[in-house]
């Protein structure tokens, strides 16, 4: 029997990596870590435990935590904050890089880094706003980390997902990050094929999810300097990313392109997903409020006035009220909770009237097991708060089964 790749969960959240990993049964989490610096109750760490016990879960800040505490590991995964990426020389010494307080990616890096036996492999998650941040130096926060993994001898491949796209009963696109060490196969293997070869056809993500193939001229670039250098002028002066949906990046060269979903197979919709049992009263809209609603969804195109005085045209489209049960659900987000009218909470009309969605549903769309962050003490709207930070279980699930086949190749 093949063994299981001894895994690593950073920015557990409520633990949607662990599930879709666990369900390939291929990956065995020996370690995992969860905290929230803004609040005083850890209430995503209490889920997490509640579900997959205390035992190797830590909650403490993991910039915090010594690396030799850190078990050694096969695979490190997390879905990791997107924030400035910045970097600095010290000013004690040169050579030294110090990212910005707080950044969470510094985090990852450090275990990489200070690791003898070093992961050989990364999967990693984000919002697709990464490839293209800052605002005023498009693509310089994704170069950093590409290059970073560079330096410590990983290969990259990236791709966004759309979940629906595949099938799957949420709108919701995230970027997905693999890297492999340069003692892998996988390594050798992509530094043997054509980059596109790879993106397109044999490489991991293209063989988890398939796509048509290119729609867009490909760029290659590459990532010349250190790490002081492409901070403070990877991009200069150019309005968009070079990073596309797709890339590969190896031995700081980068191919990107633009693909697009190969796709037919069944499809959930959000009406599938939405549960026969009782609902209670606290989810039902009043009438008296629709027309709150209906305002909210509705497009406008009126005048006004910022706290300085300064006034101005505010203008938005319309969106469908209520949502369309016969379509993948559009992203859940944060503020999906509460019982205030909200432009972007989903509102879905049933034989009662119109409701919004229950926590158990909001976990349906990510593909979450039923009630999976009911616990004593977590409100609902927490609950929605939690799926809104979560990830779409089977695109992990899918790209693990995938990644495990070709390490053991």
């Known amino acids: ?64 935590v010594p690396v030799t505490e850190i078990p050694d590991h096969d695979i490190l995964v997390g879905g990791f904050p997107c924030q400035d990426y910045s970097v600095a020389t010290s000013l004690k010494n040169s050579k030294g890089l110090i990212g ?25 998650e984000n919002v697709d706003r990464l490839l293209k941040s800052p605002s005023n130096q498009r693509g310089r926060d994704f170069a950093v980390m590409l290059k970073s993994l560079d330096e410590l001898g990983y290969a990259v491949e990236w791709r966004v997902i759309n979940a629906a796209d595949y099938g799957m009963p ?39 999810f398939p796509v048509n193939g290119l729609t867009s001229q490909i760029t290659n670039l590459n990532l010349d300097g250190d790490l002081i250098t492409i901070s403070n ?22 191919t990107t392109t633009k693909t697009t979903a190969d796709y037919e197979g069944p499809r959930t919709t959000l009406g599938d997903i ?39 045209e505010y203008g938005e489209g319309k969106m469908v009220f209520p949502d369309n049960l016969d379509n993948a659900s559009r992203t859940i987000i944060t503020g999906e909770g509460g019982k205030s009218p909200s432009r972007f909470k989903h509102v879905v009309k049933t034989q009662k009237g119109l409701r919004r969605l229950t926590p158990l549903e909001l976990e349906r769309l990510n593909m979450f097991p039923d009630n999976h962050t009911k616990l004593q003490g977590i409100s609902d709207t927490k609950r929605a708060f939690f799926m809104g930070n979560a990830l779409v279980v089977g695109v992990v699930e899918q790209i693990g089964k995938t990644l495990f086949a070709k390490v053991n190749m």
């Open 1 to 64: 029997m093949t063994k299981k790749l001894k895994t690593i969960e950073l920015f557990a959240g409520v633990g949607g990596f662990r599930l879709g990993l666990e369900r390939t049964k291929n990956y065995e989490i020996i370690w995992s870590n969860q905290w929230e610096p803004s609040t005083k109750i850890q209430h995503a760490s209490l889920v997490y435990e509640h579900n997959f016990g205390k035992e190797n879960h830590c909650n403490m800040d993991i910039s915090e």
């Open 100 to 124: 910005k307080k707080g950044v969470l990616w510094w985090s990852i890096h450090n275990i990489l880094k200070e690791k003898k036996n070093k992961p050989k492999y990364l999967f990693l």
């Open 170 to 208: 949420q709108r919701r696109r995230r970027v997905f990050i693999l890297a492999y060490h340069m003692s892998t196969a996988i390594y050798k293997s992509i530094k043997s094929l054509d980059p596109l070869t790879w993106l397109i056809k044999n490489g991991t993500i293209a063989q988890s």
């Open 233 to 254: 002028n990877f991009n200069l002066e150019a309005k968009l990313s070079p990073f596309q949906n797709t890339g590969i990046c190896v031995d700081g060269t980068i």
């Open 274 to 312: 939405l549960h026969n049992g009782k609902i209670t009263d606290d989810f039902l809209i009043a009438p008296a409020d629709i027309y709150k609603w209906e305002y909210l969804k509705g497009a406008k195109k009126e005048l006004r006035k910022a706290k300085n005085g300064f006034q101005y």
